[in-house]
């Protein structure tokens, strides 16, 4: 039989162990709870709340605990230059106002979460935006035109400024010009849309077996032209450069609304495969309007 010490070595033993088992469950589960409570996550959800011309604020949303957030590291460049890792620029708040961007132009966005301890995460992906047009100098335009984008089109703004006061009365429209690097521009379909929010179809699916809607090669000097005074309605018959009518009718923007603002050129690509890019946009106003006879026909001939 155990002697009186045998017993309590045995039960001091257990003890110790008892304690052991506790430490090291304690141990862990502190760890595991710094673990999670310390967990960087990767930004998401980026998105454009505002743009101009030359100004763009961007949003994102993010989980990681406010005791383990440092601050948000990002980049940006033009759609047409290649990324810069190293240069960047940090903000404290989940959104950054980006000044100074040229008029016409794509960006891609990158942002990443910085935490204590020196841990970061992995930049986001490539977020496209877009800067508005002046229609005063729409030239030299590099905006992309995303594939099969139907879902979501595109609006472009245009910024329109000192081009009197209402539509249909002391100010008129020209033209609407557009030359759009593509490689099947059948899969385009676009519209005009007023800052009053009348929205008149431009064409749609027209060019198959060509490239591009006007002459990239001289973008602001040749290109397709959607003119109410054509002497030829666009279709699927004709080359997209030159100067057609609209599909829709022009003249239906004239309610007396003010031309100055954010117009809105919408394009939807209705196909994957062929990623575009716009290369002028721009909408031409005239102080009279002078349309030409449309849809002439014979009412009667005779001999005299």
């Given at each position: 039989?155990?002697?009186?010490?045998?017993?309590?070595?045995?039960?001091?033993?257990?003890?110790?162990?008892?304690?052991?088992?506790?430490?090291?469950?304690?141990?862990?589960?502190?760890?595991?709870?710094?673990?999670?409570?310390?967990?960087?996550?990767?930004?998401?959800?980026?998105?454009?709340?505002?743009?101009?011309?030359?100004?763009?604020?961007?949003?994102?949303?993010?989980f990681t605990s406010?005791?383990?957030?440092?601050?948000?590291?990002?980049?940006?460049?033009?759609?047409?230059?290649?990324?810069?890792?190293?240069?960047?620029?940090?903000?404290?708040?989940?959104?950054?106002?980006?000044?100074?961007?040229?008029?016409?132009?794509?960006?891609?966005?990158?942002?990443?979460?910085?935490?204590?301890?020196?841990?970061?995460?992995?930049?986001?992906?490539?977020?496209?935006?877009?800067?508005?047009?002046?229609?005063?100098?729409?030239?030299?335009?590099?905006?992309?035109?995303?594939?099969?984008?139907?879902?979501?089109p595109n609006p472009?703004?245009?910024?329109?400024?000192?081009?009197?006061?209402?539509?249909?009365?002391?100010?008129?429209?020209?033209?609407?010009?557009?030359?759009?690097?593509?490689?099947?521009?059948?899969?385009?379909?676009?519209?005009?849309?007023?800052?009053?929010?009348?929205?008149?179809?431009?064409?749609?699916?027209?060019?198959?077996?060509?490239?591009?809607?006007?002459?990239?090669?001289?973008?602001?000097?040749?290109?397709?032209?959607?003119?109410?005074?054509?002497?030829?309605?666009?279709?699927?018959?004709?080359?997209?450069?030159?100067?057609?009518?609209?599909?829709?009718?022009?003249?239906?923007?004239?309610?007396?609304?003010?031309?100055?603002?954010?117009?809105?050129?919408?394009?939807?690509?209705?196909?994957?495969?062929?990623?575009?890019?716009?290369?002028?946009?721009?909408?031409?106003?005239?102080?009279?309007?002078?349309?030409?006879?449309?849809?002439?026909?014979?009412?009667?001939?005779?001999?005299?």
């Amino acid at each position: 039989m155990n002697s009186s010490a045998d017993i309590l070595l045995v039960l001091g033993r257990k003890i110790l162990l008892c304690f052991a088992i506790l430490f090291v469950q304690f141990g862990l589960s502190s760890k595991i709870s710094k673990a999670e409570s310390s967990a960087c996550i990767t930004p998401f959800n980026v998105k454009l709340d505002y743009q101009s011309q030359d100004t763009a604020i961007i949003s994102w949303t993010d989980f990681t605990s406010p005791g383990d957030f440092v601050e948000y590291q990002y980049t940006f460049h033009p759609a047409d230059e290649n990324v810069d890792y190293e240069d960047l620029s940090t903000s404290e708040s989940k959104s950054s106002t980006l000044t100074s961007l040229e008029s016409g132009r794509s960006y891609y966005f990158y942002v990443r979460t910085v935490c204590d301890d020196d841990v970061v995460t992995n930049f986001t992906s490539g977020f496209l935006f877009h800067t508005a047009i002046d229609n005063s100098q729409a030239c030299d335009a590099y905006l992309i035109i995303p594939d099969n984008n139907c879902q979501a089109p595109n609006p472009y703004l245009i910024n329109v400024h000192g081009e009197g006061l209402h539509l249909g009365e002391d100010v008129f429209i020209k033209s609407v010009n557009l030359t759009i690097e593509h490689e099947w521009p059948a899969d385009l379909e676009l519209e005009i849309i007023s800052p009053s929010g009348v929205a008149i179809p431009l064409f749609a699916d027209f060019g198959i077996g060509t490239s591009n809607v006007g002459d990239i090669n001289a973008p602001c000097v040749s290109p397709l032209s959607l003119d109410m005074n054509a002497c030829e309605r666009i279709s699927a018959a004709v080359p997209l450069v030159g100067s057609y009518k609209p599909v829709g009718d022009l003249e239906l923007l004239y309610d007396s609304s003010t031309p100055n603002g954010e117009w809105q050129l919408q394009i939807c690509d209705d196909a994957p495969g062929q990623i575009g890019v716009i290369r002028y946009a721009g909408i031409e106003f005239v102080d009279m309007s002078c349309s030409g006879p449309d849809d002439l026909y014979f009412v009667d001939i005779n001999d005299t």
